[in-house]
């Protein structure tokens, strides 16, 4: 058989299109937006070397940050502001629209890690899109017609202009326009911004408490991070370990007894976090002997906080929504998250139990234990979950808990010839029957 020649190899690469659709499928818009806010806080941990695990670690000593990120939209277009510092014209040449990170790229730290999130951003809300920075010498901008983009061979975005500049701050401003329709209309929406302010109030909180500022439509964003519950008597577990490069903080205790979300594990990368309240078997809720989550564990509080100055090594997820299960890094935390809050576990099993008697003495425990911001709890050296209840006597009071019919109780109260609540009739009904037997 004749072998046919062809003067090139077979052709491999994706279409513009398909590119762009498979790389926006799987993430939601406001997440997109929090690439884009990602982006600006990468830019000023490049240039002030921020580290808010120092803010955790150290508290209120740590010094404070001013930065600015500023996100305003309509309908028919979004921006997002910055005067985090900027990105040089060589960075934005070589590093920042690769579409991925090259393999030779140097460990960093940051939440830059994927090299995904801005594109993903972009190609998610609209068609026209721009991106203008500034350092202290130098600005550029690029301008990118989508519609035009998919139509050429070439990859790369040219410059509008990319030039030296005297003096000023550093700060970058994306902005984007012909939005898609759904967009359009989420933007449109009286309920995206309140979801939105929330959303980064819970996921950024360290650097709000650093003193970042990040405004929605002119509308602070604050920081959202539980409070955990201690007295002398109730403590919280806290444990740093250190595995390959990365740092892990373990907590774990009780929300306070006024606190009524259910609560669960809180999970942060660098600062930022990655998973909210889960009560999955991602944080190991009902695998390998631990319990699968119940409504007696609501008041389960747990934070685990990975630091490490290589990105790569952190266990998260490109879209930053969840964690990668099968990192090494992740299964050790998980092996101590298992070990170090069996404790906190029995607790709750004994506070709530569906066996015994309500015991007074872990309620009572329970409801004198006051807020404390993690942060007090991680600024400590390790400690284990300790509650010292107070050993029971005979003279504790011990609830009792009985349903009757309705019809009775008002026999009952006919017979007395006063009003009572079904408690007080419980109450009354067995005082008479001791004072008659038991004396």
Known sequence: MD???????????????????????????????????????????????????????????????????DIAFTPSKVSVQDDCGGISIDDAAEQIFLLGKPVEDRAHTGLGVFGVGMKRAFFKIGRQISIASHTIDEEWKIDINVDDWEKIDEWNFPFTYARKKKSGTGGTLVGVSKLYPTVSEHFASKTFKKILVEKISRVYPLFLKAGLKIKVNDDDATADIPELAESKDLRTVRQLIKKDGVDILIMAGLSPAGDRKPRGWYVFCNGRLVLDADKTDRTAWGTDSYPAFHAKYNHFLGYVYFRSKDVRKLPWKTTKDGVDQESPIYQAALAEMRLLTRPVLSFLNDLYSDVKEQSEPEHALFRGAMPIDPQKIASRNNTVFEAKVRKESDDDLVSIQYKRPKKKIKKIIEVLGKYMSASRIGEHTFDWFYDRNCK
């Open 3 to 69: 072998q046919i020649e062809y003067p090139q190899p077979a052709k491999a690469h994706p279409s513009k299109a398909f590119f762009i659709d498979m790389l926006t499928k799987d993430i939601g818009l406001s997440d997109c937006v929090l690439d884009l806010v990602d982006n600006s806080i990468h830019s000023l941990i490049t240039k002030t070397n921020l580290d808010v695990s120092e803010h955790l670690l150290a508290g209120t000593k740590a010094k404070k940050i001013n930065a600015l990120i």
